[in-house]
Nanobody, 128 residues
Framework: QLQLVESGGGLVQAGGSLRLSCAAS????????MGWFRQAPGKEREFVAA?????????????NFRDSVKGRFTISRDNAKNTVYLQMNSLKPEDTAVYYC????????????????WGQGTQVIVSS
């Protein structure tokens, strides 16, 4: 049974940092693209970042970010640990949301409907 478990959320002041982790089990992790999405109260769940399954390229798996987090967030994966990370720096109050990781076979997607597997989410609150 495929399972995704997020951790690392919490309360942080604006300008601070958090690193979210998503531990995967029940799948061949290296075969899956991974995405991070977030949902603020009263809003739609939105794409944050994604990373392709690993490849032999020296530059590593390709990534994508929503415009508002570019330069502040990075996404990485450790296939030996079946874990994907979202490093969030220079956090802003508008980053406050529940953050979800998601998995899909094939290339990453920015569309939540493309991901069949989801974690339960971890809350991030950024105070001003």
């Amino acid at each position: 049974q495929l399972q995704l478990v997020e951790s690392g959320g919490g309360l942080v002041q604006a300008g601070g940092s958090l690193r979210l982790s998503c531990a995967a089990s029940g799948l061949t992790f290296s075969n899956y693209a991974m995405g991070w999405f977030r949902q603020a109260p009263g809003k739609e769940r939105e794409f944050v970042a994604a990373i392709n399954r690993s490849c032999a390229s020296r530059s590593g798996a390709s990534t994508n970010f929503r415009d508002s987090v570019k330069g502040r967030f990075t996404i990485s994966r450790d296939n030996a640990k079946n874990t994907v990370y979202l490093q969030m720096n220079s956090l802003k109050p508008e980053d406050t949301a529940v953050y979800y990781c998601a998995a899909r076979m094939g290339p990453y997607s920015v569309y939540k409907a493309s991901y069949p597997y989801w974690g339960q989410g971890t809350q991030v609150i950024v105070s001003s």
